[in-house]
């Protein structure tokens, strides 16, 4: 564990002086008691003070509003990133060979000289390249090294032979293993000991508050809950954590009678967040379910019958956990809409990259909120174009959505993209990256509604809210949006404490 954690050493806030409030004018004081903020006042209204050890902050015109969110985000594998070969800058198999061949040499390791350790690497955008990764590729440069390779959407990865042999598996094809295999092995990979992953952990909850991140909801494929009461009693107070389950851990959830929102801690930081299942594949590796055929003729893959997906969201809701249901393919979008109307419940959908007209007014009819990641709009607008020709109407419909009543709310799914709420709102308003024209720009949002499903507190903060708070170097409704993504974040606080200042 790290050493630098201890309980209270995050310190407390009991002013911040003259901010901008968004869309106010004039400056404003904002005075904090406990985790609450208990008066805004013009500035100067009141004398500044101190107390109990608590600080003040001057904001010196800076402007203020609610933390972020990040709704969907895998941390653990997040913060392993940092200890594995990043393949993302890779336009084709050839480039991702050069630069495999580059980092295993900076370990020692070649096919002649192999090493025992297995060797990770990850984010390969192998959907978009023109070539293939194979798995003589990977053993011509790597020998008798255990190798994997992890795609961009943690839905694919690629094993050499000699990591599929210390698997047990026989060497043979292309060593390419998908969706259930690949998330049984993203699982078995996962195994750091737990003070070096906390010290990683903390190192990516740093990084998360200079971008003005509060909370999380993290949806590891792992039992977490019990890492993250871990890291609070060592001193962890960087973030907000509401922590999934999966269908495989839903006995041990019930039998334990964890319910969504319920505190982990006595803290309330940590809480038992949904139950997440995955329904169908992903559109990088041609198995997210559709209406329409793929290239090759397939419609994708769907991974739970219609009957077992109801029942698990049944025995979950009954349980008293929410629920985060997985679908990318429109036909998966279909079947759990009607899941939830059959049921009679409400809840999530994660992703909802392609969707059928029909459906799109359902979300709030049913109430099922949608929860969608801006920056794969951006990542892969040319691969939608591909693989989906003629749908790119009906992909990633945020403005639709809205404009129907459908509450957005915001994720990265990092490591998928990076954990930047800065990033997906820049991709939610622009859809585009810098230099490129909007893509269906129809379905572009206005600023305030990307902050707004980047955040759960308001655009202004008030008398009442809880001090999750973020003060900015810039006005993010007057600033250029093509500039959205250089926003620099001067403080952030969680509960009334600064998790994050750079000034």
């Excluded at 962890?236 to 999966?246: G, M, N, T």
């Excluded at 559109?283 to 055929?293: E, I, N, Q, V, Y």
Aim: aromatic share 4%; charged share 20%; glycine share 10%.
């Amino acid at each position: 564990m790290s050493g630098s954690w201890s309980m209270g050493a995050s310190p407390a806030v009991a002013q911040i002086r003259n901010v901008t409030l968004l869309g106010h004018a004039g400056l404003s004081d904002i005075t904090i008691a406990g985790e609450q903020i208990v008066s805004v006042t013009p500035a100067g209204v009141l004398p500044a003070g101190a107390s109990d050890g608590a600080c003040v902050i001057d904001a010196d015109g800076r402007w203020l509003t609610s933390g972020l969110w990040d709704e969907h985000v895998h941390f653990a594998q997040w913060a392993e990133q940092s200890t594995r070969l990043d393949l993302g800058a890779a336009t084709n198999a050839n480039e991702a060979i050069a630069i495999l061949i580059e980092g295993l040499a900076e370990v020692g390791v070649s096919a002649v000289a192999p090493a025992a350790a297995e060797f990770v690497a990850m984010r390969a955008r192998a959907a978009s390249w023109p070539d293939a990764i194979s798995r003589d590729a990977l053993d011509a440069i790597s020998g008798e090294t255990p190798l994997v390779v992890i795609g961009i959407d943690l839905h694919g990865l690629w094993l050499n032979s000699a990591a599929m042999r210390s698997r047990g598996m026989e060497p043979q094809g292309d060593g390419h293993i998908v969706e259930d295999d690949c998330f049984a092995l993203l699982r078995e990979l996962d195994n750091r000991p737990a003070d070096e992953l906390d010290v990683l952990v903390e190192r990516t909850s740093r990084s998360a508050a200079a971008r003005g991140i509060v909370g999380v909801v993290d949806l590891e494929m792992r039992w977490c809950l019990d890492d993250w009461a871990r890291r609070e009693a060592a001193g962890f107070d960087l973030l907000r954590v509401e922590s999934a389950v999966y269908p495989d851990q839903l006995d041990r959830a019930l039998a334990g009678s964890y319910r969504s929102g319920d505190p982990l801690t006595d803290s309330g930081r940590l809480r038992v967040g949904p139950l997440k299942v995955i329904t169908d594949g992903s559109l990088g590796t041609s198995t997210a379910w559709c209406c329409d055929p793929y290239e090759d003729g397939s419609f994708g893959r769907s991974l739970v019958s219609a009957p077992d997906l109801q029942g698990l969201m049944r025995r979950a809701s009954d349980g008293g956990l929410d629920l985060a249901i997985h679908a990318i393919g429109d036909q998966a979008g279909a079947q759990v809409l009607d899941a939830f109307e059959a049921l009679g419940i409400g809840g999530r959908i994660e992703h909802a990259q392609l969707l059928r007209n029909e459906d799109l007014a359902r979300f709030a009819q049913l109430g099922v909120e949608a929860s969608v990641q801006p920056t794969h709009l951006v990542d892969d607008r040319e691969l939608t174009e591909r693989v989906w020709p003629g749908r790119a109407p009906r992909a990633f419909p945020f403005a639709s959505l809205n404009a129907l009543g459908t509450k957005l709310v915001f994720g990265s799914d990092a490591p998928v993209a990076p954990l930047d709420p800065w990033e997906g709102i820049h991709a939610a308003v622009n859809r585009a990256r810098r230099g490129d024209t909007a893509w269906t720009p129809s379905e572009c949002v206005p600023v305030e509604l990307a902050l707004e499903s980047s955040m759960r507190g308001p655009l202004v903060p008030g008398v009442g809210d809880i001090a999750d708070l973020v003060l900015l170097d810039a006005d993010p409704l007057s600033m250029p949006a093509a500039r959205l993504d250089d926003m620099t974040v001067a403080v952030t606080i969680v509960g009334g404490r600064v998790t994050h200042r750079a000034m």
